[in-house]
């Protein structure tokens, strides 16, 4: 009776060859996918030109504190509410020029806010999950003055 023995299998080269190009192809696929989603979901510049912008920043800058307001934005169960009040303490009712109320990270959940005054805050009602929000602002005051802000808010 003659016993049938197996050679063992070697490891070669062209195994950890294998297993290089393996492990390296998954983790530049992953990389790749990665860049890809953050690139396709980014919403964009905040200025065309930053160059441009930054010629009147500093009087904007300065335009906008000198009217001394408390900006104060909550989001409760999709109910956003913006509260203006000038340095007196006293409600503010500006002019919404402009209202985007969106993810910081895409663009596909932005809604523009239709704001009502209640007598004390502008309020409107938006479509929000749980999570981080912001509000890019822009309004102007009675005497034309334009204020611009971006608020981050969170709903529970």
């Known amino acids: 009776m003659t016993a049938n ?6 490891f070669t080269g062209k195994h950890m060859l294998t297993v290089m190009l393996g492990g390296f192809g998954i983790i530049i696929g992953v990389n790749l996918g990665m860049a890809y989603l953050a690139i396709s979901t980014f ?12 010629q009147t920043f ?15 934005a909550t989001l409760d169960d999709g109910l956003l509410t913006l509260a203006i009040r000038d340095a007196d303490g006293v409600p503010v009712q500006p002019k919404v020029l402009k209202a985007i109320f ?14 009502t005054w209640n007598g004390t805050a502008l309020a409107a009602m938006v479509p929000s999950r749980d999570g981080y929000w912001n509000l890019r602002l822009e309004l102007e005051s009675a005497d034309g003055t334009i204020f611009r802000r971006r608020i981050q808010l ?3």
């Open 58 to 72: 500093e009087v904007n800058r300065t335009a906008q504190d000198a009217l001394g307001w408390d900006v104060v």
């Open 154 to 156: 969170r709903d529970r």
């Open 102 to 115: 969106g993810r910081a990270t895409h663009t596909g959940e932005d809604h523009t806010p239709d704001f």
């Open 5 to 10: 023995v197996q050679k063992p299998r070697e």
């Open 43 to 54: 919403p964009g510049v905040e200025a065309r030109s930053t160059y441009v912008a930054s």
